[in-house]
Nanobody, 120 residues
Framework: QVQLVESGGGLVQAGGSLTLSCVAS????????MGWYRQAPGKQREFVAT???????NYQDSVKGRFAISRDNARNTVYLQMNSLKPEDTAVYYC??????????????WGQGTQVTVSS
């Protein structure tokens, strides 16, 4: 079972930047994919970005060119660098991971979420 802990959220003015971090821990054999999702009030949780263990990246169209996902495999940590933030980026951001537990059963988890608020 994977435990994920996010940090780095906060208040920022439009056009500003924030970097989110998420650390995975537990009886982990391997983490294949890590990603970020967000949920704004009145909206469904949506995909933001993912990164594979090999470094392959995918982004939601609305954040391309503004957000950058990266990971430190040695520390089981994923980051989301957010630049040129817009009020519509305001949401609770959740970390996700997919991999294998030490017993080789599927390991999937979500973090508790971190609030990002962008003022206009």
């Amino acid at each position: 079972q994977v435990q994920l802990v996010e940090s780095g959220g906060g208040l920022v003015q439009a056009g500003g930047s924030l970097t989110l971090s998420c650390v995975a821990s537990g009886n982990i054999y391997i983490i294949n994919d890590m990603g970020w999702y967000r949920q704004a009030p009145g909206k469904q949780r949506e995909f933001v970005a993912t990164i594979s263990s090999g470094g392959g990246k995918n982004y939601q169209d609305s954040v391309k060119g503004r957000f950058a996902i990266s990971r430190d495999n040695a520390r089981n940590t994923v980051y989301l660098q957010m630049n040129s933030l817009k009020p519509e980026d305001t949401a609770v951001y959740y970390c996700n991971s997919v991999g294998l537990n030490s017993d080789f059963t599927p390991a999937r988890g979500w973090g508790q979420g971190t609030q990002v608020t962008v003022s206009s």
